[in-house]
Structures are given as C-alpha cells and as structure tokens.
C-alpha cells in the first residue's frame, strides 16, 4: 500500500509563500504521476499542480505562474512551492499518486492565507 504524507502547510500573510512536501513510502519512480490537489470549505477538490514520472507539468489556470511543483527522485518526494500566495488559496492540500488505474492520497495539509 502506497502511504504518501504531506508537511509544509501553515498560515501565512498574503503576498507571502510556503513550499508543501509529499514523502511518499516507495520510490516515486513507480508512479505514472503525481499532482497536488485542494479543497476549500463548501467546494469541489481541484486539481493545482501535477508532474509525470518525465517531469512533464501541468497546472490550473488559477496558480500558473505563482506555484512551481517538482520531485526529487532520490529522496521519494514532491514539492510544491506556492509564491504570492492569496486568501483564495486556502484550502486543504493534498498529495496524490498515480499508478495504472489506482490513484492514492494523503492525509491533507491546511494551508491559509490571510488578507
């Protein structure tokens, strides 16, 4: 069973930034992707920011330019680094994982931005 745990949320000014970490029990090379979804209170889980296994990324519209995700194949970990952060931005974050047709997550970590 795939375990993945995030660190990193907190709260932070807007304007300000905050880098989420994604450890995950195996090697992140087994995975045919990975992403960072979040979830505000009354709203749908939304896809932020995902990495393929060739480092390929894609993100939501909302975030491009601001957040930056990455993985470090040697530690088993992914990043997200969220700059200008915004109220709006607050949310749950969550890590998930990709292989084949199962999809994994973590716990989720609270990140929010105050005006």
């Known amino acids: 069973q795939v375990q993945l745990v995030e660190s990193g949320g907190g709260l932070v000014q807007a304007g300000g930034s905050l880098r989420l970490s994604c450890a995950a029990s195996?090697?992140?090379?087994?995975?045919?992707?990975m992403g960072w979804y979040r979830q505000a209170p009354g709203k749908q889980r939304e896809l932020v920011a995902a990495?393929?296994?060739?480092?390929?990324?894609n993100y939501a519209g909302s975030v491009k330019g601001r957040f930056t995700v990455s993985r470090d194949n040697a530690n088993n970990t992914m990043y997200l680094l969220m700059n200008s952060l915004k109220p709006e931005d607050t949310a749950v974050y969550y890590c998930?994982?990709?292989?084949?047709?199962?999809?994994?997550w973590g716990q989720g970590t609270q990140v929010t931005v105050s005006s």
């Open positions: 998930s994982a990709r292989i084949g047709l199962n999809t994994y």
């Open positions: 195996e090697s992140i090379f087994r995975f045919d992707g």
């Open positions: 990495i393929t296994s060739l480092g390929n990324t």
